[in-house]
């Protein structure tokens, strides 16, 4: 559980971060944001995922950085579902 909430703040300060990146260049494109076990997740990625969403969810997220949060959660149980699928085969 303290690994959880490690992990939980350092991912709700790097999505913080990055909506303020997401208007201006603040994180390179190969920056890691987040990071659970082996899988990184970097800010390139993020970007893109964001650019996919319709112009209200971009509105919401760049207003409120809780939902950026959320994204990166999301996309870091995707890469590791991901990666877990790969290792079955």
């Known amino acids: 559980m ?16 990055l909506v303020a990146g997401l208007g201006a260049v603040a994180l390179a494109e190969d920056d890691v944001v987040a ?16 650019a996919t969403l319709d112009p209200r969810m971009q509105s919401a997220i760049l207003q409120n950085p809780a939902y950026l949060s959320q994204a ?8 590791m579902a991901l990666k877990e699928a ?3 085969k």
């Open 2 to 17: 303290k690994n959880f909430v490690r992990r939980w703040v350092r991912t709700t300060s790097v999505a913080a971060l």
């Open 86 to 88: 790969e290792a079955k």
């Open 35 to 50: 990071r659970m076990g082996s899988i990184e997740l970097k800010a390139q990625a993020v970007r893109n995922y964001v």
């Open 72 to 79: 990166v959660r999301i996309l870091l149980a995707q890469e």
